[in-house]
């Protein structure tokens, strides 16, 4: 390693082969030294998930790139990189480029949102970057200035406890008005289930369903990427401080 | 159903043998009508994860008693029980009891809160309850008219998006000082792994740790805990709205 380069690492939860996060380890690789340390098949939706009483396996892809394909969660492989993989704590974590979106309350459930979030845990600067198309292949070229100028950004700065979750919207790059920093937008999963297989007593189903948010609440994620904004949305790991605790005292009457 | 009863809905990560979801239950059939939905078997630390493209099966363990075992995620079966087992959208939803601690950053990773925090998502008050230790077999019994008390307030309020985190403090019941309406406090997991099999180009480990968390901050549900209070954290489903947006605009101007 070079002396004086920022040691990056790069993660996802679509898999090692996605293209997203070759893409992102790309750009990547002209900011600092870069370690890919990603789940071996696709883990989405695996949150902030990780193994427990199961052994993780951790494979070196090719013995000249630090290229490694790991079993277990996103959150997984955030720990193994950081505690058995990179030679030291990291300057930058990024997580990505994700398959669909992570706006809203998909981010609750994302697996490239809380990997990026394990690394901030552990101090170390982190962004997520997911586009709202979900084909396997998409045109990033255009956000490669973006995406660097921003993590060069963040690199430098101490946001400790925060964790930047950005989404491109899925319109063509022209139509992109700017970036807004924003908050999270309400939304919820309209569920639908498959019935695939039904026996006494048991029953099996498939989750499908649709996304369904609140777009009109100017300064929220849902409303910049309706509006053809990037969205930048600051995540805090401790989700309580918004919160008037004096409003909820009464609950200590209750013992 | 009679008519007017309340509708509470049980979850847990511990599976639906554990003792405490047992001991939630019973608890609860004293306040309304119940219905059990829980994993088949232990998925402790699958946080907000969900199953997609696999089925998951769900199965009455018994005809004539409403407890479902369920083969998918904590939050999978959140969304089963409202979409297909549940005759309406229930009035409470109680997760738990959890044996081992969701204190401080153990939250993230826990399947016993994420799962209420799903059914909070869906509009439904909802509360997760764990105990610091981690046995099998626990002395729950003296928190029962706590539990009692605690959910029926919670039954009738109306605190939308914000889902209730209550951690009993390890000591005996005699020792326990009060409750505390608390924030999350700072802690993280110094991992340790495992080296159990080795080959060309793979490893593959076990990951274990200890969980180091600062107890000093009064306000917190370390310190709370490490008092020997009960603590009570509302949990924001929308982890934002506490940093100053304004301070990060700077990231706009990087498009």
């Not at 982190?126 to 045109?139: C, D, G, K, R, V």
């Not at 979750?165 to 992109?176: A, G, L, S």
């Not at 948010?213 to 929220?220: A, P, R």
Request: glycine letters at 6%.
């Amino acid at each position: 390693m070079k002396k004086g380069k920022p040691l990056i690492l790069v993660v996802n939860d679509d898999g090692i082969d996605s293209q997203g996060i070759n893409f992102l380890k790309k750009i990547m690789c002209q900011i600092g030294d870069v370690y890919v340390v990603a789940p071996d098949t696709n883990r989405s939706a695996y949150s902030h998930s990780m193994t427990l009483n199961n052994s993780i396996s951790i494979k070196k892809m090719n013995k000249n790139v630090n290229d490694f394909a790991c079993s277990g969660t996103p959150v997984d492989c955030v720990k193994l990189a950081l505690n058995k993989i990179l030679p030291r704590t990291p300057d930058l974590c990024v997580s990505g480029i994700n398959h669909g979106s992570n706006q809203s309350i998909n981010g609750l459930y994302s697996g490239t949102l809380h990997a990026a979030m394990e690394a901030n845990i552990q101090g170390v600067p982190a962004i997520s970057f997911s586009h709202l198309s979900y084909e396997t292949i998409i045109n990033f070229t255009p956000f490669s200035s973006f995406i660097y100028d921003v993590s060069k950004k963040v690199l430098g700065d101490s946001n400790e406890g925060v964790t930047f979750n950005i989404n491109f919207p899925d319109v063509p790059f022209k139509d992109i008005k700017g970036v807004k920093v924003c908050l999270t937008g309400q939304g919820v999963w309209k569920e639908k289930f498959e019935l695939v297989k039904k026996e006494k007593f048991e029953k099996h189903f498939l989750i499908g369903g649709e996304f369904k948010s609140n777009n009109n609440l100017i300064n929220t994620d849902n409303w910049a990427l309706t509006n053809n904004f990037i969205s930048i949305v600051p995540v805090n790991l401790y989700p309580h401080l918004s919160i008037n605790l004096d409003k909820l005292k009464y609950l200590e009457n209750v013992f």
